[in-house]
């Protein structure tokens, strides 16, 4: 469940067209934040849950600004830099975050808690994919020029997108970290936007319920491979992601693509596919009378 609510934190940032990996950025302040929280407050996990995603929304608004003026090559790799940077303040502020030997996170979301969050966070996508701004984010992900034109403020949806992608990738950094009981610099880092990058690639990137999905098949499937072959889950992946970049480039939910094939079934046996029901040789022979 983690993986997929990182994984829906990526896909709005591409939502809006902008390939970001600062989603493990925005995790890491939320799991550090919230493990500081408990750990040196008596709130609860939900008030330190709340605190983290705060944090991380506040970075994410800020680095939609400082952004705002890059790309395509150049925005990711601004991005890569944010997870870096975020690293070195977690190593150099061992006081508040563990240092290099991590912490352990004193308390957890139930598994009950962590669906919800799922529900919720889905929930929230599903309604934004059908108001103004899920309009605004098609728009500019598809031409920021036209739709800057049509009077849709480009700048400020790439800002609202990366304070909504730290929202919610903090929430994700809390149910992992809650997952793993402890935590450490390396549990948030490049090789993990790697895989959560590769959950939105595999399920559809410009569509929420891909994310789920993705996440869902990408993280369990090379587990239950792994049980036969033994070790080699890092080679499962490669070959999933370079098999679905080959063969399912748009993904697995593509409405697209099941559209095409719920008309090829519906098409009567036999038909030309032009909407008049005639078999090839019949519009052959009436080619040749013409």
Known sequence: MAGAVLALSTYVTLWAGLLSFATVSFAAIGAFTSTWVLTNTELGVVTALLAGVVAAAVVGLIAGRLF????????????VALVLITRVFVVNLGDHTGGSAGEV????????????????????????KRSKFGAAADATREDPNVAAALGIPVGRVHV?????????????????????????????????SMTVLASVVLGGAYHWSGSVIGAAVFTGLPIYISQYIGEGQAIINGLLLLAIIIWLPDGLIDPIRWRRIQAKRRRPEGSAGVGDGRSPSELTDVGAAQ
Do not use: C, E, K
């Not at 790309?71 to 601004?78: M, N, Q, R, V």
């Not at 308390?107 to 309604?127: C, D, E, N």
């Open 68 to 79: 705002l003026r890059l790309s395509s090559h150049w925005l990711a790799l601004a991005t």
């Open 160 to 192: 609202l997108a990366f304070g909504l992608s730290g929202a919610i990738g903090a929430v994700g950094g809390v149910m992992l970290a809650s997952r793993l009981s402890f935590i450490d610099p390396d549990t948030f880092y490049v090789d993990l």
């Open 105 to 128: 996170v004193p308390a957890a979301l139930t598994p009950w808690q962590m669906a919800l969050l799922l529900v919720v966070v889905s929930a929230v996508l599903f309604l934004l």
